[in-house]
């Protein structure tokens, strides 16, 4: 099977018009340091596809000249058609970003590489993102909402039992994390999704729904939703 799948990402990697690739490091239970590399690949189509390239152990060091060794001795063995490469997303440590010996510099001043896009820290530009897109009245009332209704424990488990007798989509609401767009993009469609057994609930306990009777507020909660959905 891991044959077949490797075989089929030469095939891609040779058939596709361009690539993107996505290095990120993290240490392993038994502390070695792995750097996985995720790759995007288009099409003549226009269609996509992403896969997990490879997972690098880098078991010495790892500064930004032992992640450019090992990706480029894995690129010369994978036989990686580089020319196709447009961008490379890493997080912002010094090791991946650093001016001269960090990772992306290195790969600049290689000219096996063509000229190439680089980001990183992209969960945090999408936070950013999120933070201006002036939808605070969706999101506060939405947070609101759902931090009252998990709040207390009795309460909870009446939601939940409410939820499994109406045969609801879901069993739960999601707790909302600040700093994660896309997990933003999940518990609205959560919320969304519940919505009329939100409102009965509420009711049963006689508290305000009266925006949630809003229609521009509820274009503005499904405009919201949609927005920031993954794709």
Known sequence: MSTNLNEQLDKDLRTCQWFSVQCDESVDSSSTAQLMVFIR??????????????????????????????????????????????????????????????????????????????????????????????????????????????AKAKQHRTFKFLLEELSAEYGDLLLHTEIRWLSRGRILKRFLALLGEIKEFMQSREEDTSLLDNTEWLLDLSFLTDISQKN
């Open 41 to 150: 690949m288009v099409f003549e189509d226009f269609s996509a596809k992403e896969e997990l390239l490879t997972l690098i152990p880098l078991r010495t060091t790892t500064r930004g000249v032992d992640i450019y060794n090992a990706m480029k001795t894995f690129f010369v063995e994978k036989k990686v058609p580089l020319e196709k490469l447009v961008s490379v997303t890493t997080d912002g440590a010094p090791a991946m970003v650093g001016c001269h010996v960090g990772f992306i510099a290195l790969c600049k001043n290689d000219p096996d590489f063509p000229p190439f896009l680089h980001y990183h820290c992209i969960i945090h530009q999408q936070s950013l993102c999120a933070k201006v897109t002036g939808f605070d009245h969706v999101m506060t009332p939405v947070i609101k909402i759902i931090n009252s209704i998990r």
